[in-house]
RNA sequence: GGUCGCGUGGCCGAGUGGCUAGGCAGAGGUCUGCAAAACCUUGUACGGCGGUUCGAAUCCGCCCGUGACCUCCA
C-alpha cells in the first residue's frame, strides 16, 4: 500500500488525498505537444512536472500507466472560429514537406531534448492521427445522445445543450452566461449554433492534405476530441489523473470534460493537475509573444537573452526548485544560481560517499528521509524536498569535518536516501566534463610539471601555468600536497 | 470589461496565525606561497492602510501594483 499523497486537483480547487481509482494501479494522461515547431521551456516545465509524478509515484509503489499523446492532427490557428489552417499542415507548406514529415521531424526533437532533460518516455505516446477510428467513434456516440450536430459536413459540440444537465465551464470557474457575453462577435460564421461550440469534424476544403473519409465528409477531427478518444482507450472509461499547461485548461480541457461526459454519461478524470507558466520579464514565455527560448538554443546559449549555455540538467534543477503550480520567472541570475546549487548538490553527493562511519551517530537521517517524503507527498513540492537535501549536505560536509558524527547503518540510509532522491525521484544526473583521456593526460602532465616548479619556488611560472589553463576553460585546485582540476 | 491568481530580504524561490525554508549573490573566516575551488559562519524579509486576535507576513476589508485566462499557446 503505497503512502498517502496529497494532489492539488484543479477541478476542487483542493488539495485532496490521492485516492486511485483502482489501486495500485494509476492512470496518468498528460497533454504532449503539437509538432510543428522546436520545444522550449514551457515543454520543459510541462514535461518535467508530469515526469516527477511518474517518477515518485512509480517510487513509493504505484502501478503507473502513463500516456502522452503527440498532436499531429486538428489542431488549427484558431479553435474557437474553426477558422485558421492546421498547424501541422501550414508548416508542412512552408517548408515544402509532406506533414509527416513535419510531424516526424518535430517528435524526433522533441524526444532529443527531453532525453537529454532527462525525462522519461512515457509508457504510451499515441499520436492522434493514428486514432481517427476512435474519434470517429466517439462523435457517433455524441450525435447518438444528441450532444452534437451536423452542419455543411462538419460535426460540432452544442455547448448550450450539454450545459443544460451539465456544468460546461466547472473546470476553468467559467459560467456559459459569461462567456457568451464575452465571446468576440463571428460574425458569418453561421455553422454553428452557438459561437461557443466546437468542432469535433472539420470537413476539409480542397487544398487540405491531411484528411480521412466519413460518413459526413472528407475531413479531419477537431483537437479536443484526441485526448478523449485516446485517454478512454488506454485508461479507461474512469482514471486517476489528467495533466496539462494551464493554459490548456479553457477551452481544451474544458472540451475533454464536455465530450467524454456528452458521449460516455460520466466523467473520465479524478483529478485535474495543470502546470503554471514559466515568465520572462514577468510576462507568459509563448509562440505568439516571440518570447520564447527553445531548449536547444538554451543548451547551446545560442539566444541574446542568453548569457551563456544552460546545461538540461540545470535547467531541469530551475524547474525544479519551484513548485509546480507557481510560474517561474526565467532570468540569467536565476539560472546561474540554478547551476551553482546543483553543484553543491553534487558536491556533497561525491562527500558522501567518502565519509567514514563511526561507532555513534548524532544525525537523525530518519528525520531527513521523512521529511523529504513528506514533501513530495504533499502535492510534489520538490523545492521543500531539496531544501532538505541541502540540510543534509551541510550536514554530511560537518561529518567530513569531524564536527558530527555517523555510524554505520545511518551512514548506508543517508546514501541509499541521496542516491533515491537525487537520481530517481528527482531524476537528476551528473554531466561529466567532456575531456577524453588524452586531453586529461596532457593536462595531468603539464600539472604534475607545474609541482616541480612550485617545489622550486618558482611561483611566477607556476602562475603563469595556472592562468593559461584557466583561460583555457580548466580550473586549478591546488592541495596540500597535489593538485586537482575540472572543466569549468 | 469578466473570471482567477500573485506581490516575501540584492536576485530566485518555499511556507503560513506564534517554533521565523533553501539556493545564488554580498560580508567574515578556514585552507593555500598567492590564488582559485571547496567548506564554515552570517541576513528576522513578507506591497500600503485599516480590522479580527494575547499574537498576522499568514485571516477579513479596502487600496495600489502585477500576471494569467476569456482566440492559439506547455
Known sequence: MPRQTLIYNTLTKKKEVFEPVNSPHVGLYACGPTVYSDPHLGHARQAITFDILFRYYTHIGYKMRYVRNITDVGHLEDEVSGEGEDRITKKARLEQLEPMEVVQYYTNRYHLFLDRLNVKRPSIEPRASGHIIEQQQLIRKLLENGFAYESNGSIYFDVEKYDKDNDYGKLSGRKIEDLLSNTRDLDGQSEKKNSLDFALWKKASPEHIMRWPSEWSDGFPGWHLECSAMGN??????????????????????CEIAQTKGAFGKEAVKYWMHNNMITINGQ???????????????????????????????????????????????????????????????????????????????????????????????DLNTPIAISYLFDAVRIINSINDGKEKIDADSLEKLKALFQIFIFEILGLVEEESSSDDLSSDLINMILNLRMDIKANKDYSTADKIRDELTKLGIVIKDKKDGFDWELG
Not at 485508461?235 to 481544451?252: K, N, R, W
Not at 544552460?310 to 507557481?326: C, D, G, K, N
Open 233 to 254: 482507450k488506454y485508461l479507461g472509461e474512469q482514471f486517476d489523473i489528467h495533466g496539462g499547461g494551464m493554459d490548456l485548461m479553457f477551452p481544451h480541457h474544458e
Open 284 to 378: 507568459k514565455m509563448a509562440r505568439s509573444l516571440q518570447n520564447f527560448i527553445t531548449l536547444e538554443e538554451l543548451f547551446a546559449g545560442s539566444h541574446e537573452k542568453l548569457e551563456q549555455a544552460y546545461s538540461p540538467m540545470t535547467v531541469r534543477f530551475f524547474i525544479l526548485q519551484a513548485h509546480y503550480r507557481s510560474t517561474l520567472d526565467f532570468s540569467n541570475e536565476a539560472l546561474q544560481a540554478s547551476e551553482k546549487g546543483l553543484k553543491r548538490l553534487f558536491q556533497g553527493y561525491k562527500t558522501l560517499q567518502k565519509i567514514a562511519a563511526g561507532k555513534e551517530s548524532t544525525i537523525d537521517v530518519n528525520k531527513i528521509e521523512e521529511q523529504c517524503y513528506e514533501a513530495m507527498s504533499d
